[in-house]
């Protein structure tokens, strides 16, 4: 028998003899972007952009967050979405309605991370409803999670998550069902629906014109000088499309759009409408030298423009009033510091506490017994 390894040991032996693998990676994908870079802006794969800052943008920003503790013979939980209204004007800002909903309560043991994600969406949908109903609608409304409900809902195997899925999915489908014809730009002044994925297509669209898709692309882009670099890259994947596309845009850039419809997804995603019918259109951004490229999706597919998708990009620039790792669009960065404040909270706890001196004080019992007593008890 063997005497082992200590974990100290193990680990500090792993990352001096990663050290040069990794850096290696990462230098030889700078060099590969920086050798592709011109042939990707001469193809039309990075377009620049031009913010203006003067136009006023009204705004809506809807985040949402999950909690859980074990307890009770399974877990309590807390969704909460909350919506920050503001507009925008030559750097001036306008706070406008906040509005919120949550829901906490116990569920049983099972796949309780799914069906927490899911209860995010459905709290992310009835603000969704409230906003649409409004005389008045924001002119963007983003949402800080893929329009698209994640494929890893519908691959659970537990039979509560596959009930919520198909809520979730039949709520969903009927707002899109009736929002479609409200939406920019098959209606002139309509709404523009934009989601902010947790899990970005950072190699979108390189990768679909390394493999075969351009027909997924919206932007008209020149493909020859593209693929020439492409084929010249030996190691050229998925992996290293994504990192050359990380690092070639530059501030008040974007790259050329892509519709979902082009790149072959799961027949099961959900929204079936949205998926099918109304389309997305995605495309990367990056508002600052120090702000991370952010991807985006927006309702409407192959209905948008050039033009148009080049003043979407614009306009989520200029909502970006800071320049740091982390920043978004205003109303969804306060949205996001509020779901910070949330997590910080000790609210499961202090909720645990609470329903159990409720069961112990047997208020619960009394309450039941009430209009039940005998005359003179």
């Not at 909350?82 to 043991?109: F, K, N």
């Not at 920019?184 to 990768?207: D, H, S």
Request: net charge neutral; with cysteine.
């Amino acid at each position: 028998m063997s005497d082992g390894q200590p974990l100290a040991q193990t680990l500090a032996a792993r990352m001096q003899l990663g050290l040069l693998g990794t850096a290696n990676t990462i230098a030889h994908s700078v060099r590969v972007g920086r050798g592709i870079a011109e042939q990707l802006k001469q193809g039309g794969l990075i377009r620049r952009v031009s913010p203006r800052g003067k136009d006023p943008i009204r705004l809506s920003a809807i985040c949402s967050i999950g909690k859980r503790a074990e307890a009770y013979g399974g877990f309590l939980y807390l969704a909460v979405a909350v919506r920050r209204d503001m507009t925008i004007q030559s750097g001036q800002v306008a706070h406008g309605v906040e509005d919120s909903v949550c829901e906490i309560d116990v569920l049983p043991y099972g796949d309780v991370r799914q069906r927490i994600g899911l209860k995010q969406y459905s709290m992310i949908y009835r603000l969704l409803n409230r906003i649409v109903k409004e005389p008045i609608k924001p002119d963007y409304l983003l949402i800080d999670r893929t329009l698209l409900l994640p494929r890893e809902f519908s691959n659970s195997d537990d039979a509560e998550v596959q009930k919520e899925f198909k809520r979730v999915a039949a709520t969903a489908g009927e707002f899109w069902s009736g929002v479609k014809d409200q939406l920019y730009p098959c209606t002139q002044g309509g709404m523009v629906i934009v989601g902010y994925p947790q899990v970005k297509r950072m190699g979108e669209p390189l990768w679909s014109i390394g493999a075969g898709r351009a027909e997924a692309l919206i932007d008209s882009v020149t493909l020859a000088p593209i693929q020439s670099a492409v084929q010249q890259n030996r190691s050229f994947d998925e992996g290293a499309a994504a990192r050359i596309m990380g690092t070639v845009i530059w501030p008040e850039q974007r790259t050329s759009a892509f519709a979902y419809s082009g790149l072959g997804l799961d027949e099961r995603i959900e929204p079936r409408i949205l998926r099918n019918e109304i389309d997305i259109a995605s495309f990367h951004y990056r508002s600052g030298i120090r702000t991370a490229p952010q991807q985006v999706e927006v309702a409407g597919g192959r209905d948008w423009t050039t033009e148009g998708l080049d003043r979407l990009a614009e306009r989520l620039i200029e909502a970006t009033r800071f320049d740091q790792p982390d920043a978004v669009p205003l109303p969804m960065w306060m949205g996001r510091q509020q779901m910070k404040d949330v997590e910080r909270m000790n609210l499961l706890d202090a909720y645990q506490r609470g329903v159990f001196e409720t069961l112990r004080s047997g208020e619960l019992d009394s309450a039941w017994l009430r209009g039940w007593e005998p005359e003179g008890a």
